[in-house]
């Protein structure tokens, strides 16, 4: 297992060319420390473990890695299906001319939805696939506690979590951010 980066965790998921609406997520926080815990799962791609905490209220410091190649039977049940949350990743637009496509994109779409009966859950998908999201979907989270499907996976990735937990603590450390700051 190789631990990197939060960012280059997501960077994978971002390129991965998995159908963008198969992921679903689990996330809360962190047990026992400062920060959140969060799996990322596709069934094609696999399940990605990530450690995060707010250096301050402007940057985002974290550590996680692959811990399954694919989602088998026995993690299927431990991520959210449809009606629960929703989450989307997005990659920054590269120029003016793409992020006004989009925007010109996501108001067609916005206008369709005020002038149709729809679902919440329709309008999200409209929006990521206007936005061209690479990876979206279901997200079981909990920003006061821990969902039971995350003590789950953090049970069955435990070498995982002992080994994230301690690169996040040193960055904790190194950064000397204190226990009372979250």
Do not use: C
């Not at 209220?57 to 449809?82: K, M, N, Y």
């Not at 920003?143 to 960055?171: C, S």
């Amino acid at each position: 297992m190789r631990v990197r980066d939060w960012q280059d965790i997501l960077e994978d998921v971002v390129e991965s060319n998995a159908d963008p609406d198969g992921w679903r997520a689990v996330s809360g926080d962190r047990r026992g420390g400062v920060g959140e815990d969060m799996f990322l799962g596709h069934p094609s791609v696999g399940v990605y473990q990530l450690k995060t905490y707010a250096k301050n209220p402007f940057e985002v410091r974290g550590v996680g890695s692959q811990v399954a190649r694919r989602i088998d039977d026995d993690l299927d049940p431990l991520f959210p299906e449809e009606g629960s949350g929703r989450f989307g990743v997005q990659s920054p637009f590269e120029s003016e001319d793409e992020a006004e496509n989009a925007a010109n994109e996501l108001e067609e779409v916005l206008k369709a939805h005020a002038d149709a009966p729809t679902t919440p859950d329709a309008l999200f998908d409209d929006v990521m696939d206007a936005l061209d999201s690479p990876a979206f979907g279901p997200m079981e989270h909990d920003q006061y506690g821990r969902p039971d499907g995350l003590d789950e996976l953090t049970t069955t990735f435990d070498e995982a979590e002992e080994l994230l937990d301690a690169e996040l603590d040193d960055l904790v450390d190194d950064d000397d951010v204190g226990r009372g700051f979250q």
